[in-house]
């Protein structure tokens, strides 16, 4: 590996702003302005630069959804419930925190952020760098490799602690290795992408066939081996449902990405503003006592 490589964190910028919308209560300043997501992401990612100590970071944001796997199919999240207003009104707030943290922000109209991730670790790779992909969507674990790294959010099973995954978490997290997560959804289905998988193909029986058969060539090039006469003739009969649920799930890494050469550079003032005016005051401590500057040392020793 070249000695003058960098680490990266990337983030799912969505991704983590519905899970702290969801998993922080309700705050609110005293103009009316909902704040927990934006206490809660900024949080998380103070936790993510803890534990990885990146030397850069880049946050993945949404920006009208896929017209590709739009045009593949029509009903592609269609099931996903539609923004709420109070956690819409907190996004800008966290485009300007990230910017005043040194973050790299990136959104396209009409591509989704997964493959725009996914495109910006595949460049990464190809340069012999690490990054590190914190998103709890399981379809980032084809992404996985040597330089690769998936973080998933924390859970009840985790106690509270992110997890770093490589080729083998991948495995003992989902059954199989990252090269065969994109067959392994494609029989089973991605119900919060509104995916339907091959009729009577669970997770146990996906990973079985698997890890029997490696991948799905080799499954339909041996259905006299499955026992289930249903289950074959339901392979048989999904052929087409197969081939269309790989192009929705394939990442596209095709996006072209000019790797900034710059690491973190923080605004320690922006970020105390920012705090500040969204009344998020225990926030504001920590950020005074974690980005002290130079000439104001003293002034922070006595917050807790």
């Known amino acids: 590996m070249k000695q003058n490589t960098k680490t990266w964190l990337l983030v799912d910028g969505h991704n983590m702003a519905f899970r702290c919308f969801y998993g922080v209560p309700q705050m609110t300043t005293t103009y009316g302005l909902h704040v927990n997501a934006i206490y809660g992401w900024v949080r998380s990612l103070w936790k993510l630069e803890d534990m990885i100590q990146p030397d850069a970071v880049c946050v993945f944001f949404d920006s009208g959804g896929s017209t590709a796997r739009k045009n593949i199919l029509s009903t592609y999240k269609a099931n996903r419930k539609v923004m709420p207003e109070e956690l819409k009104q907190q996004l800008e707030y966290m485009n300007l925190l ?168 923080r605004s320690p003032e922006d970020i105390f503003n920012l705090l500040q005016n969204l009344q998020l005051n225990s926030l504001l401590a920590l950020a005074r006592k974690r980005y002290k500057l130079p000439n104001q040392a003293e002034l922070f020793d006595d917050i807790p």
């Open 98 to 265: 990230a910017v005043a943290h040194g973050y790299y922000i990136t959104a396209k109209e009409g591509i989704e952020a997964d493959d725009l991730l996914a495109s910006f670790s595949e460049k990464l790779n190809e340069c012999d760098e690490t990054s590190y992909i914190a998103s709890g969507d399981k379809d980032f674990a084809q992404c996985v490799g040597e330089h690769t790294f998936q973080m998933l959010p924390p859970t009840a099973q985790s106690k509270g602690a992110w997890r770093i995954l490589d080729r083998y978490g991948i495995k003992e997290n989902f059954g199989v290795f990252p090269e065969q997560i994109v067959d392994y959804l494609s029989l089973l289905g991605d119900a919060s992408d509104n995916i339907l998988g091959v009729e009577g193909i669970g997770a146990k029986r996906a990973e079985k066939f698997l890890n029997q058969f490696g991948n799905i060539e080799n499954l339909l090039q041996n259905l006299d081996k499955i026992p289930s006469e249903k289950i074959r003739k339901n392979l048989l009969n999904s052929l087409g449902l197969i081939e269309r649920n790989r192009e929705l799930i394939t990442l596209r890494k095709t996006m072209e990405f000019n790797i900034p050469a710059t690491i973190i550079s």
